[in-house]
């Protein structure tokens, strides 16, 4: 197949050599031609239409002038120098000037003869001025070569601007590339895909994409670039997925029996809601396959997660196993524990707590109870995947809080027995529906997008500094309610001391509005000894104390449906995911519950869409949404490993239709023809092996 040929090495690109090759891997990892090829201009200048003079604003960005130079004059002194050019065209006046270079175009320049003019207008001496303009005389009749298009703009550095290599420079290496091997741009996929899509072909999209003729064309190369792109990274994803399914079997869980059915029509305390209900019917229908369950359990805070985890538990004991759940810390493990026992009850079935700080001797009985089988359920930290621990039968593992949990730590669990057990892996921090499909393309995805009928929303409110009495006021109401109020400091490692200080100095504030007796808090932060912490969350959470001080440790952890009031200081310090996390600590029982978040009175913009956000609404899909739209998906945990990162083209922000549509179409192709053996599939079985050469498919899950 030719298409090695793109496999060149850039140095062998005429116009490049070693030099030039040296910085174009180092500052844009371009290591041959196709790399080139795909890198696709960040923006494009319109060079399609002529703007009027009177038209031109010193914000605009690039644009384009037909002018007559009317005169040019060489002002100033050494440092002051510049050659300042006057042009006009039947609106008005626009005045050039040149800091660099000013004999050059001082010679170039001819008054009366009239130019097009290219450049980026700015604001001098309180008019509008056009700094270094490109200028190239105009020649009547003559279509200007070239200039009438969008031109592409290049991400350069300052390394290859040395080189030459500014963006001009990159396209003039695009250029030379697109000319001498665009004939081995080959196509990669289907014909019937291209025309149910209407895609245009390969090679155009690349020329089109580096040189639109129009906004027009622009749009069909990026379509099919972007598609093409999202194509092949589901089709590595799905492909993973099947291959999994059909290397391990996987438990069969086909019977209901006593657990379930007694928890659920004697101990279950409330009526599912249907979210829960469905999820617990695709979990049913998935762990009856034969094939090992791979499962992503997304739901907001407090929407319900741990009684579905634990109904699954209870099915995975009615068949014969043994199940675990795990969390990322022990606080939350023990929370997991504590909740489980009191739904279950006594004497129901036998369940442990394994973390960390269990002692040895304790520890000891839990592993025997294990390896014969006597213990059902295992709750606990990493501790659960040491390799000591050894079960007789494990069925299901639920993980609580994927992110934190590594590929391998997943992997690991497998091993713990023969068949590998199912997976549940649950988190609180929903994700783009765009990103789901990427990060976990090749996990099954269980949404509960609803709260228990009970549930009141939270009412959030902004305050700035200037209302901070009324703040102290509302708190008062509420703790004479009998309610109990967070209030959360953020904690930046940077300034770490200043937070500190920051803390103290709102807690003695705290305790002036609020003296003895009668009212008692709690301190939480991250200097505390594990115990103290403990301690003090113990009084919190026995209702000792009212109000909580802490900085962002209780993230992840306390429930306390007694407490109702979320006070979030410095709330534009914290990022839109990590407030919404905050602020599901509250409302999880049945009286209103309140977020307050206080900021200073200026905000950057992002940090007021932020709190905007917040005021708006509670639904954690809409704010995870905003949050991808504000950080771009790169900052978002968990996407450092999942390929979306090496996306070129397409954009999970605002691709997801077209996301969708590469999905359900390699979703298709593999119920028809799982192989990919049929001849018109052929060319991505090819264009496969191409992009993973040497990749093989086990490696990767
Ligand atoms: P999360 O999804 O955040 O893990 P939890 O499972 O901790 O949520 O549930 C939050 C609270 O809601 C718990 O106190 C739980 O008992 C309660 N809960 C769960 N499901 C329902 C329901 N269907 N109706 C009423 N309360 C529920
Ligand atoms: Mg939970």
Same mark, same amino acid.
């Given at each position: 197949m030719n298409n090695q040929h793109l496999q060149t090495p850039i140095e062998y690109l005429k116009g490049v050599g070693l030099s030039r090759a040296e910085v174009l891997k180092k500052e844009l990892q371009i290591y041959v031609f196709e790399d080139l090829l795909r890198l696709i201009p960040y923006k494009y200048i319109d060079r399609t239409r002529f703007y009027k003079v009177k038209d031109i604003q010193p914000d605009m960005p690039y644009v384009q002038v037909l002018a007559r130079v009317i005169s040019k004059e060489i002002m100033g002194e050494k440092h002051t120098k510049r050659l300042i050019v006057q042009a006009k065209d039947d609106t008005g006046v626009i005045e050039l000037a040149w800091f660099q270079g000013i004999k050059w175009v001082e010679k170039m320049v001819v008054p009366g003869k009239v130019y097009v003019l290219f450049g980026k207008p700015g604001f001098f001496n309180g008019k509008t001025q056009m700094p270094h303009p490109e200028l190239e005389l105009y020649v009547p009749g003559a279509q200007q070569k070239g200039n009438l298009t969008l031109q592409p703009a290049y991400n350069s550095t300052e390394k290859l601007k040395q080189f030459s290599l500014d963006s001009k420079g990159i396209q003039k290496l695009v250029t030379i590339l697109l000319e001498q091997n665009?004939? +081995? &741009? $080959?196509?990669? %996929?289907p014909v019937y895909i291209i025309n149910r899509f209407k895609l245009m072909g390969r090679a155009e999209a690349y020329r089109g994409i580096h040189f639109p003729a129009d906004a027009t064309q622009l749009k069909e190369a990026q379509y099919r670039l972007k598609f093409e792109e999202l194509f092949f990274l589901q089709l590595k994803l799905l492909k993973n997925k099947l291959l999994h399914t059909q290397k391990f079997k996987g438990n069969i869980f086909d019977k209901v029996g006593d657990y379930f059915n007694e928890f659920f029509h004697h101990k279950l305390p409330f009526p599912l809601t249907n979210a829960q209900k469905r999820v617990l019917k695709e979990i049913r229908l998935d762990t009856q396959r034969g094939v090992q369950m791979n499962r992503l359990l997304q739901g907001d805070v407090g929407s319900g997660k741990t009684v579905v985890a634990l109904m699954c538990m209870l099915l995975a004991l009615d068949n014969g196993f043994q199940a675990c759940i795990m969390a990322p810390t022990e606080i939350l493990a023990t929370q997991h524990y504590e909740t489980i026992k009191s739904l279950v009850g006594e004497g129901f079935i036998d369940i442990a707590l394994l973390t960390g700080s269990v002692p040895q001797k304790l520890r000891k009985g839990i592993h025997e109870r294990l390896e014969d089988g006597r213990l059902h359920i295992l709750v606990g930290t +990493?501790? %659960? &995947? $040491?390799?000591?621990v050894q079960y007789k039968n494990l069925g299901l593992v639920v993980i609580d809080e994927q992110h934190r949990f590594g590929v391998e730590q997943r992997a690991k669990l497998w091993k713990k027995a023969a068949v590998p057990p199912h997976m549940l892996v649950m988190t609180a921090t929903p994700i783009p529906r765009t990103l789901a499909m990427t990060m976990y393309g090749d996990l099954d995805i269980s949404v509960i997008d609803e709260l228990p009928a009970n549930r009141k929303p939270i009412k959030t409110h902004h305050y700035y500094e200037a209302q901070r009495l009324r703040m102290f006021g509302f708190m008062r109401e509420e703790i004479a309610k009998g309610r109990q109020i967070y209030v959360v400091y953020p904690l930046i490692q940077e300034s770490e001391k200043l937070d500190l200080k920051n803390l103290q100095d709102g807690i003695e504030i705290m305790l002036r509005e609020f003296p003895l007796p009668g009212y008692h808090i709690s301190v939480v932060h991250g200097k505390l000894k594990a115990a103290d912490k403990e301690a003090e969350m113990q009084r919190f959470v026995k209702g000792q104390t009212q109000i909580m001080v802490a900085t962002t440790v209780i993230e992840v952890g306390v429930n306390v449906p007694n407490a109702s009031v979320m006070i979030i200081e410095n709330a534009e310090r914290f990022g839109l995911s990590q407030l919404h996390q905050l602020r599901g600590r509250v409302g999880r029982g049945a009286e209103q519950s309140y977020c307050i978040l206080m900021s200073k009175e200026k905000l950057s913009n992002d940090g007021r869409i932020r709190l905007n956000t917040m005021v708006r609404t509670n639904n954690g899909f809409e704010i995870a949404e905003t949050d991808m739209q504000l950080r771009g998906p790169g900052d978002i945990a968990g996407t450092q490993q999942s390929g979306v990162l090496d996306l070129k083209v397409a954009d999970l922000t605002t691709d997801q239709e077209v996301l969708q549509q590469a999905r359900n179409v390699v979703i298709e192709i593999f119920e028809k023809d799982p192989q990919l053996a049929a001849p018109e599939n052929q060319i991505l079985n090819r264009a496969f092996q191409q992009k993973n050469d040497g990749l093989t498919w086990d490696k990767i899950s």
């Open positions: 665009g004939r +081995h &741009i $080959e196509e990669n %996929l +990493h501790a %659960l &995947i $040491e390799d000591k």
